[in-house]
């Protein structure tokens, strides 16, 4: 499994929180948002899914990973 940090800009509160977590898990991966430092914690099975499908998935919910 890898992990990686990625930041994510837009997020202002919980709707947000849960729209990035599920469109990570959706991607096929696990991420844990930090909403306050504006960061998602992302880990995932490199076989299965690649990072840029992740960052993707988030940009897809309208947010920009930088």
């Given at each position: 499994m890898a992990n990686t940090v990625l930041k994510v800009e837009g997020m202002?509160?919980?709707h947000c929180v849960s729209a990035?977590?599920?469109?990570?898990?959706?991607?096929?991966?696990?991420?844990?948002v930090d909403l306050a430092?504006?960061?998602?914690?992302?880990?995932y099975d490199e076989s299965k899914v690649s990072l840029d499908a992740v960052k993707a998935a988030i940009e897809d919910q309208g947010y920009d990973v930088v």
């Open positions: 202002t509160c919980g990035v977590e599920k469109a990570v898990g959706n991607a096929g991966a696990v991420g844990k430092a504006k960061k998602v914690a992302v880990e």
